[in-house]
């Protein structure tokens, strides 16, 4: 696991922001999970370094383009804040036009993982960005 991974996974702030000044690391490789910075740190949730990574560098793109890595099932970054229940990360996601609609490996979405979770507040984010209620995964289950 690279030292940003690691960072961002324990969300400490101050550790992202001195390996970022000192290393420059490449913000998109992805570690043994598949995992980039971005992902760990909606696993983690601190919306400080979500915001951060962001900034730095669009992950935001769809999981076919090359500059958003998935996981191994490809959930993508706002797939994992949903799942971990992180709103604030769920909502800066969508507010850099992550797409709520986005597909893993089973069809699931985001919604899928907050209506899995039974998280209303984030179901109505991602409402609101236009997820579809009606996505079936390969079970056939909408969210």
Excluded at 13 to 24: D, G, S, W
Excluded at 69 to 86: G, H, I, W, Y
Excluded at 107 to 128: P, Y
Aim: proline share 6%; charged share 25%; hydrophobic share 40%.
């Amino acid at each position: 696991m690279e030292p940003i991974h690691r960072a961002c996974r324990e969300g400490v702030l101050h550790k992202v922001n001195e390996i970022l000044k000192q290393k420059n690391p490449n913000l998109l490789i992805t570690d043994a999970k598949r995992y980039n910075a971005l992902h760990w740190a909606c696993v983690n949730g601190v919306i400080e370094i979500v915001q951060l990574l962001i900034d730095l560098q669009k992950y935001t793109q769809p999981a076919s383009d090359s500059a958003e890595p998935v996981t191994p099932n490809d959930m993508t970054p706002l797939m994992l804040a949903s799942f971990r229940e992180k709103s604030q990360s769920v909502d800066v996601l969508l507010k850099h036009n992550a797409d709520p609609n986005e597909m893993d490996s089973t069809e699931n979405t985001a919604l899928h993982m907050a209506a899995m979770r039974g998280n209303q507040q984030i179901a109505q984010l991602l409402l609101k960005a236009k997820a579809l209620v009606d996505a079936r995964n390969k079970e056939g289950k909408t969210p």
